[in-house]
């Protein structure tokens, strides 16, 4: 039994079958949680021409008329909140609060694309020559949406939502680990809101398919962007072939993140942060706490409080109780990874100090010291509850340890002197800090992303408006423009 029937993948207003279909998976059990129609390269080109042709239209609407669509949108979310929360647990694995926390990150995305959309689309410049000169930004035509397992909802409507209320039309590619709470939640969205045929499209594809269907969402000369998110080795490949075609992308990636807790800082809080940080969602965040710097003057009492709160975590099946904090890996790939690091940081000499035990896909909320720079632990991405806590002298050995990656997504500072965690922040090669909280942060005004192997772009705010509008010049000769009298 399943727990979810699809209606298809959605493509030009209408729910279509696939010629085969794929497994769903509930992580927690691995039963099938449903079997998703399995789109191939021709429903890819098809979706995406759906979008083309809705695109005139759509861009031609008052912009108010967007805005319009998208509180529907919203207020639709709202009211199916329950499923969502529901599939997020079922389907990905997720705690109950997380699910929450997905819901209610939807309604402030939406909130904040209709509040952009009210925002300037260009400039006036001075002109040398007395013209009206103005730079003004358009919608740009289909965009691709490509998007990860770990919060699905949240960071697809993260990619799509601007660009739609700009103007554009879109094709979304959920994860074949996620299909619905990525993309088929929204088709049905779509569906029942009335949106115009064509601009909304989902297409879902299992491993089987994806190469051919995500080379499509690039290359076909309809689209003219892309949105990524997932981990940096298929992100590069991504924007290399958007590169070749010339194509503007935005590409976020994976993480190693550091939050640094000074000797000054408030112990309890710190202590919660890094239990948050390093722990919510099983650590499956591209901004977990993957590196736990502690100031070696509180690093005794910060641990016991950090080991006391970490041990309070249920580990268990999200949908049998809401208590279960800590649900399971999403799938046996990740397990892998998590497992083959905490051996590897055992045989290096690494000392487990909580958790440290994995049953199946369920690994518990795991506090590793003794940590060395050779270990995989501190090297790679772990996306596990995996904490490494490495203890530190001075501000800047901090800033280099924390510097010590290839990544540079997302950082914590904890401190009680502000000035203190300003100027650690500006030595922390990543894209956003945070100063007295976990790295783990996204508001929907606000420019997210990474620096380094963390990505490239910014989501959010007037920064996602720019991503996916053509910046144009635009000027209206008025007399002052003298062409040599040889022409
Ligand atoms: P992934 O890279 O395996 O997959 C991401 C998406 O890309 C999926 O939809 C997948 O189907 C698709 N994909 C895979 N191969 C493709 C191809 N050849 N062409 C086109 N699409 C292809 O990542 P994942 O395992 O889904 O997500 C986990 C990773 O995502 C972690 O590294 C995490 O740090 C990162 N992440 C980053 C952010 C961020 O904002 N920086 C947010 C969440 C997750």
Redesign the pocket.
Known sequence: MTYFTPNGFYSGGQWRRASRKFSDLNPADGSIWAEIDDADLSDAKSAIASAQAAFPAWAALPFTDRVDYMLKFAAEIERRRDDLIKAVQGEGGGWFGKGIHEANALQEICKAAAGAAYGNIGEILPSASGKMSFAMRRPMGVISV??????PAL?SARQFAFPLVAGNTIVL?????TPYCGGLFFAEICDAIGLPAGVFNVVTCS?DN??A???E?IENPAVKGIC????????R??AAKAGAHLKKCCI????KDALIVCDDADLDRAAQLANFGSFMHQGQ??MSVEKLLVHEKIYEPFMKKFIARAAKLKVGDPLKSNDNVIGPLINDKQVNIVREQLEDAVAKGARIELGGKINGRYVEPTILTGITPDMLVYQN?T?GPVAPVIPFRTDAEAIAIANDTPYG?SSGVCTTNEQRGLSIAEGLQTGMSHINCSPVNDEPNAP?G?AKS??VGRYGGRWGMENFTETRWITVERGGKKIPPAF
């Open positions: 490509i998007s990860p397992w770990n919060v960071l590619k959920p994860s074949e680990e491993r994806v190469m269907v995500g080379d969402l990524f998110t997932g981990s940096t080795a298929v992100g490949t991504i976020e990636l994976g993480g965040i591209c991405e996306f997504l997210f990474g963390s990505g």
